[in-house]
């Protein structure tokens, strides 16, 4: 019991001294961005020490609301109640979490050297994003939940996911994929789109965004894999690749878009909420659809037309790609 009021004191009174005071020697300031690797560190004390002190640490760094808020936004199957329930959840059991705590060193080394130090994420997204904008926001290196993800200005990478264990180059690239997600979205200033949709025409604007925001996301790192032959170590290149694939796919997209585009005042249905999962889940059309149509509005439009449908309202990217195909 004293251990557990120890506990509460700290989190609910200390965390706004640990977060300004100790969390500084882990952030890297490139410009306006902040590299912030608050978590990754204090993972590797807790997994080192098993100390229940670092679970509440890390419960209050920003990070932790930002996962949070995309978790409670996108009703992850986390617990969402509290930072610290979260934190628990991500970080346990223990010995389970151990056993990847070598490859997460190195993980988070490599991170530090490659990605913050060398500030290589934003210095390509910015190729990819329209001109004169910075960065205001944090890329934050974590333990645990999805990939990596973006919300409002912000976006994290879980260096912990078994992707990056098994190849740790892909943390590059994806780097690059959930920052440019928090840039197009702080250029919207719309914050993630909302789920709470009833009717069509609402799809059809989410469908919208999450085409364009996928899309560009997917695209921007497509040059720098090229360049790397590092196009066959995600699926989603290695589909780009296959053209004969990719037109079953754009065609299978744009049956889904025009079902939702052709119907605006029809109510929503379970079934249409499957339709939606295959643009996102089965085969990640708005993921590589989108990024075959930021590469045609590329090549054909130019950079700055492609960056410029950033700014405008996102049904304009799939409009100048079906006026570029004649659809």
Known sequence: MKMYICLLILFLFGATTF?????????????KLSYDFSFAELAVKYLETEDSLYLVKIASLNAVDHILRHANQYHYNVPKKSSLDLVKYLLTPI???????????????????????ADFPQQYCLKY??????????????????????FDKNASVNLAHPNYLENMSEIRYYSLHELHHAGLLEIKSSGMPSLAITNYRDMLKLIDILTQLEGMGTYAPLAIRKEESAMNTDKDYVCIQDDELMKIYEQ????????????????????????????????????????????????????????????????????????????
């Open 19 to 31: 977060s300004q005071v100790s969390t500084s020697p882990y952030i890297i300031k490139k410009g």
């Open 129 to 150: 994003l329209p001109e004169g904008f910075e960065y205001s926001g944090s890329l934050f290196f974590t333990f645990g939940y999805d990939l990596g993800v973006a």
């Open 252 to 327: 299978e997209y744009f049956e889904i878009y025009n079902h939702f585009k052709n119907n605006p005042n029809v109510i929503l249905t379970d079934k249409d909420w499957k339709k939606l999962s295959i643009l996102s889940n089965k085969r990640r059309l708005w993921y590589r659809v989108g990024a075959l149509m930021a590469q045609k509005i590329d090549e054909e439009l130019g950079r700055e037309k492609l960056t410029e449908l950033i700014i405008q309202p996102s049904g304009n990217f799939i409009l100048t790609y079906m006026d570029l195909r004649k659809y």
């Open 95 to 117: 010995e389970e979490k151990k056993k990847v705590l070598a490859k997460f060193k190195r993980n988070l080394e490599y991170a530090k050297r490659e990605i913050a130090d």
